[in-house]
């Protein structure tokens, strides 16, 4: 089935930045389309963005749009999430998932992935 690293997460200050990264391996397909999400305790896990076919179909949810940025490596195996100008709102635990290819543009809802990270923390302080 595969296997999901994440890393890069952390605290950081309001106004601040982080790089989050997911490395996917042994996954079925080679176009594997590479999602974030983000889950606060005591809400419904909501989707950050997602990227697909090398990066020429991404997207991003609302509110991070303009904030966040996703790239590849060269070697097309790692997935980075780059936060910019985060907030308090922005603390949560952020997921990494992998789904199927498919045609049209890649979704933000989770039921689309079927390989998940473990998650990595991401704090925002005042």
């Known amino acids: 089935q595969g296997h999901l690293s994440e890393s890069g997460g952390g605290e950081v200050q309001s106004g601040g930045s982080l790089r989050l990264s997911c490395t996917v391996s042994?996954?079925?397909?080679?176009?594997?389309?590479v999602a974030w999400f983000r889950q606060v305790p005591g809400k419904n896990r909501e989707g950050v963005g997602c990227?697909?076919?090398?990066?020429?179909?991404?997207r991003y949810a609302n509110d991070m749009m303009g904030r966040f940025t996703l790239s590849q490596d060269n070697d097309k195996n790692t997935v980075h999430l780059q936060m910019d100008f985060l907030n308090e709102e922005d603390t949560a635990i952020y997921y990494c998932a992998a789904g199927g290819w498919y045609w049209g543009l890649c979704s933000l809802d989770e039921n689309q992935y079927d390989l998940w990270g473990q998650g990595t923390q991401v704090t925002v302080s005042s």
């Open positions: 042994g996954y079925t397909d080679s176009r594997a389309i």
């Open positions: 990227f697909k076919d090398e990066g020429k179909n991404t």
